[in-house]
């Protein structure tokens, strides 16, 4: 949802480590191993200068991030909103003007793990929904396309690793714990054929932007694992192939 806020941001910065092991394109700064200011603005640099992603490294684009299959939220009884929502498919946009503010644990040594604090101001979730419910003892059923915006994205993602030792000695790490905290301050929802009715579908989605901040509840954890997990796969994909060794400036 703001799914994969995370992805991307470790995404982006092991796809730039990457580039240091293979060839480095000119316009992008090699950083000393724990020097969180020059990584943040270098993860800044290739998100602001290659929103369309550098295919010959393989990072994808930034700007239209896809997904299936994204479980949100599952009822839960005795709330003013009880969810129970998916997208079968799932486009994101807006990460294309993420800033990151703070990156901290990149050190030549591994020890503690890592931690990236960033903002993006508007991110928008396209995709094809299913939804059953209640909102304030009112029904929720409906099967469409939908519009999500959440505004004013502040993230915070914490990973760690266990060392793996491969040929030559080289470390590479493996996941062992993913979290991302993501705050926002504004929902803005649009679900198509609510209640199989143009009409009261206007009417619900007006009433679950009125209370967007009850709605938020019922959907912040889900949206959280939902990036937590695909953030996680994706991670896990890149630093199995990826020397730790290899990531920073020689020194």
């Not at 929502?85 to 503690?112: C, D, M, P, W």
């Not at 991302?180 to 009433?207: A, Q």
Request: glycine share 6%; with cysteine; net charge negative.
């Amino acid at each position: 949802m703001c799914l994969r806020l995370v992805w991307l941001v470790f995404c982006l910065i092991y796809s730039w480590t990457s580039l240091v092991h293979a060839q480095l394109p000119p316009d992008i700064e090699q950083c000393v191993a724990g020097d969180g200011i020059c990584i943040a603005n270098v993860i800044n640099f290739i998100i602001k200068q290659h929103p369309q992603g550098i295919p010959e490294i393989g990072l994808d684009a930034l700007d239209a991030i896809n997904f299936d299959n994204i479980i949100v939220s599952e009822a839960e009884p005795d709330t003013p909103l009880q969810l129970s929502l998916k997208f079968n498919s799932l486009t994101v946009h807006g990460f294309e003007n993420t800033t990151i503010l703070r990156a901290k644990g990149f050190e030549k040594q591994y020890q503690r793990g890592f931690e990236l604090v960033g903002f993006t101001p508007l991110l928008r979730l396209d995709g094809e929904y299913e939804a059953t419910g209640k909102l304030l003892l009112l029904p929720l059923e409906g099967k469409s396309q939908a519009r999500v915006q959440l505004k004013d994205c502040k993230f915070t993602c914490r990973a760690k690793a266990a060392e793996d030792r491969r040929v030559e000695g080289k470390l590479f790490l493996k996941i062992t714990k993913f979290k991302c905290l993501l705050i926002i301050s504004g929902l803005h929802v649009n679900f198509e054929n609510l209640l199989n009715n143009k009409e009261l579908s206007d009417t619900m989605n007006e009433l679950i932007n009125n209370n967007w901040q009850d709605v938020w509840q019922a959907l912040r954890v889900g949206m959280n694992s939902a990036v937590d997990q695909v953030a996680e796969t994706i991670l896990t994909r890149v630093l199995s192939q990826l020397s730790y060794d290899d990531f920073y400036k020689p020194t």
